[in-house]
């Protein structure tokens, strides 16, 4: 069976020790995680895992379930590339001597739409937003060029195409259930 790159997108309260029991679903069933984010949802009191991993959708369903089964999970829903819109972060920070005798600075710039965060006589950190492909090229050229000194990139961070999240949907609809 061919594998496809899934982002699960939990929702939760913020709860301590929450993060190692979503984890360990991933590791009994022999799964990588591919990236993993967290940060609070546009829902009040709501915080939102951003979890992607290769697999196949029967595999991702059953993962979906279990970690649905947590006390402390409010909803949990997987989608393909597709239905999401999504960036990563990737920070780069290469020598400022060789990164001016690259040449044009600025064509760099325009070419990987990249912003300077920080340039001092030892070094530049340049900051890259965009998908994996997009992050891991300019990484490849720089390396190749100028050398890469160090290199961090985020965990994806997606939303759906939906005009709300999920969860609204799901939580109005309790609501209507039970009058409130």
Known sequence: MEKTLYTITIFSENTVGLLGQ?????TRRGLNIETLSVSPSAIKGIHKFTVTLYSTEEVVRKVVQ?????IDILKSYYNTDEELVFQEIALYKVATEKFLEKGSVEELIRKYHV??????NDFVVLQKAGHYDETQKM?????ETIGVLQFIRSGRVAITRSKVERLSDMLSGIQEKFGK
């Not at 990484?139 to 390396?143: N, T, V, W």
């Open 139 to 143: 990484f490849d050229e720089l390396s």
């Open 66 to 70: 279990q970690i649905d089964k947590r």
């Open 22 to 26: 979503i984890t360990i679903i991933f």
């Open 115 to 120: 912003r300077i965060l920080e340039m001092n």
